[in-house]
């Protein structure tokens, strides 16, 4: 498929920031982060941000020459993308070592979030194009957004499980809510795009009536939602052995999700043709 | 008011016999799949009775071009007489031009890993000649226009099947296939 690296790139990236965003809010505001399990997790977001940009390169015709990208920083968004990103990467690093040993740790970590989340705004800015009519609005945005807001926490989890720490409730139940808006506004999205004429309504065609469709819904939603409200159903709230699937699940989702966003896409035509 | 070059399709002339696809591919050795000029037919029912019609279309120049502000690499530019030229040596291939012109104009070439696109034969113009598309038309149904100082009662901004003029403002006019004639035995 000759969008997986952007599949992967977009989605890997969107998890970093999304965890860097709760370590960093878990550090500040929330406490109880153990060092070891701190350093543990700075690690797993500077190392999934790196195989995340250099995934980026294989979409390239040129990918050794893929610093240039930086050149047009006044006008494009690929170019603040690449920027952001860049220096999200260079502060996670930064944040990392600052775990390990430095004074600046949660000032650090707040500096990384902040670059993060808006390396996800540019990223789905640069999607917004008059020429592709499903793009020409806030959605790529939205949904970029989201797979941020779902993944972070549950990849912070999964890494804070493997230090014999349990990520609390509040961080589930944002993942929960994350989950619902994204399959609301999917649906929402949808029905627009079916409910509009021509290159619009091909497009909510093509993604209604795609396997990925159906695959997000029931692995990267439904399961997950049920999961998370088996756990809840509960008298002790207890997670701990449902995390790795929950995780999986809903990675597996936002991958499908991504790929039928790239893939249902129909830009405008000439003749139509 | 700024020079701004653009080209003159007259589908009232064109008969669809592709020689401006070929002049073009020929002057520039394009391989097999790359088309800088494309001749497209129109909907026969477009102006009512049925007849075949066709647009023939390059790049359209647009005086707010979206690839030159999509692209990361600063690749595309825009001379001072309005042509948008491509530069393959600072294209790395990544394609978001592809999405962001309404025209589906730059394509991507599989062996040289970049994009290309018509530069409205800037050099033939530079030395005096016409495009090799205009050269090679039999029909006369290309020319090249000054579309900011262009007026013409018959002409037309756009053609059915163009897509919205509206985002980048492209710099092609045309002049309409005129009606026919229906013929009918009165009953």
Not at chain 1, 106 to 133: N, R
Not at chain 1, 217 to 223: D, E, K, R, T
Request: hydrophobic residues 45%.
């Amino acid at each position: 498929m000759e969008e997986m690296p952007l599949v992967l790139f977009t989605v890997l990236s969107q998890m970093a920031v999304g965890a860097a965003v709760t370590l960093a809010l878990l550090d500040a505001f929330g406490g109880k982060v153990e060092q070891a399990a701190g350093v543990f997790v700075a690690q797993g977001i500077a190392v999934t941000a790196g195989i995340s940009l250099l995934t980026s390169l294989a979409h390239l015709g040129h990918p050794f020459e893929a610093y240039r990208a930086l050149s047009h920083l006044a006008n494009s968004w690929l170019s603040r993308e690449v920027a952001l990103f860049g220096l999200f990467m260079a502060l996670t690093i930064v944040y990392w070592r600052q775990w390990q040993r430095g004074d600046a740790r949660e000032k650090t970590g707040l500096l990384t979030a902040a670059a993060g989340v808006l390396a996800v705004a540019a990223s789905g800015m640069v999607y917004v194009l008059p020429a592709q009519p499903a793009w020409n609005n806030i959605s790529p945005v939205l949904f970029f957004s989201l797979t941020a807001i779902v993944l972070g926490p549950l990849f912070v989890a999964v890494l804070l499980q493997r230090k014999q720490q349990v990520l609390g409730k509040t961080s589930f139940s944002i993942v929960a809510r994350g989950l619902l808006c994204g399959a609301a506004s999917f649906w929402l999205y949808a029905s627009l795009l079916l409910g509009q004429g021509e290159a619009a309504a091909v497009i909510g065609g093509n993604i209604v009536h795609s396997g990925a469709f159906w695959g997000r819904l029931l692995l990267g939603w439904a399961a997950p939602l049920g999961i998370m409200a088996y756990a809840a159903s509960k008298p002790e709230w207890d997670i701990r052995s449902k995390i790795m699937p929950l995780f999986v699940l809903t990675i597996i989702g936002e991958l499908l999700g991504r790929a039928l966003f790239y893939g249902a896409a129909v830009a405008l035509t000439v003749a139509g043709l | 008011m700024a020079k701004q070059l653009g080209f003159l399709v007259d589908s009232e002339r064109c008969v669809g016999c592709h020689a401006c696809e070929m002049a073009c591919k020929n002057e520039y050795q394009l391989e097999p799949k790359i088309r800088w000029r494309k001749v497209y037919p129109l909907k026969e029912d477009s102006f009512g009775l049925p007849e075949r019609n066709f647009m023939s279309l390059a790049c359209n120049h647009c005086e707010d071009p979206a690839c030159l502000k999509a692209c990361p690499v600063i690749a595309y530019t825009k001379r001072d007489d309005g042509i948008v030229m491509h530069d393959q040596g600072r294209c790395i291939g990544c394609r978001l031009c592809m999405l962001a012109c309404p025209y589906s104009v730059p394509q991507y070439s599989e062996t040289r890993k970049k994009v290309q696109k018509c530069h409205m034969c800037a050099e033939r113009q530079d030395n005096g000649q016409k495009p090799a598309c205009v050269s090679g038309c039999p029909m006369e149904a290309l020319s090249v226009i000054d579309a900011a100082e262009f007026s013409m009662a018959m002409s037309s901004k756009t053609l059915p099947g163009f897509p919205d003029t509206a985002a980048t403002k492209p710099t092609t006019r045309f002049i309409k296939p005129s009606v026919g004639v229906q013929v009918r035995r009165d009953r």
